[in-house]
């Protein structure tokens, strides 16, 4: 069984930067790790992929640039970096992990195990 735990969320300003951590227990060196977000009255969004084979990393248009991923060197921890934040960043932010499959990384339905989330509140 595969654990998520989600941290490193808060409260800051448009412009300003947070750094979320994804704690994994279990088996999960061989899963592609993802991060969504979902703000109040919308569909959980796609925000960035891991690959766990060749490290490649995707990311959603609306965070390129801005955004960051990365695993840490013991493999069960990983992180989303992100800068310059928007009021549209908003959200809960949550970790996935999910075995290699046909279906997009962009979508929910290809993650088997999720966090719990974490408040990422952007506003002046």
């Known amino acids: 069984q595969v654990q998520l735990v989600e941290s490193g ?3 800051v ?11 994994a227990s279990g088996r999960t060196f061989r899963h592609k790790m993802g991060w969504f977000r979902q703000a109040p009255g ?16 995707v990311f959603a248009d609306s965070v390129k640039g801005r955004f960051t991923m990365s ?3 013991a493999g069960n921890t990983i992180y989303l970096q992100m ?13 996935a992990a999910g075995p290699i499959s046909t279906v997009s990384v962009r979508t929910p ?5 999720w966090g719990q989330g974490t408040q990422v509140t952007v506003s002046s």
């Open 9 to 11: 969320g808060g409260f």
């Open 13 to 23: 300003q448009p412009g300003d930067s947070l750094r979320l951590s994804c704690v």
């Open 42 to 57: 919308k569909e959980r969004e796609f925000v960035s992929a891991l690959w766990p084979d060749n490290g490649t990393i």
């Open 71 to 73: 695993r840490g060197d």
């Open 83 to 95: 800068n310059s934040l928007q009021p549209e960043d908003t959200g809960v932010y949550y970790c």
């Open 109 to 113: 339905r290809a993650y088997s195990y």
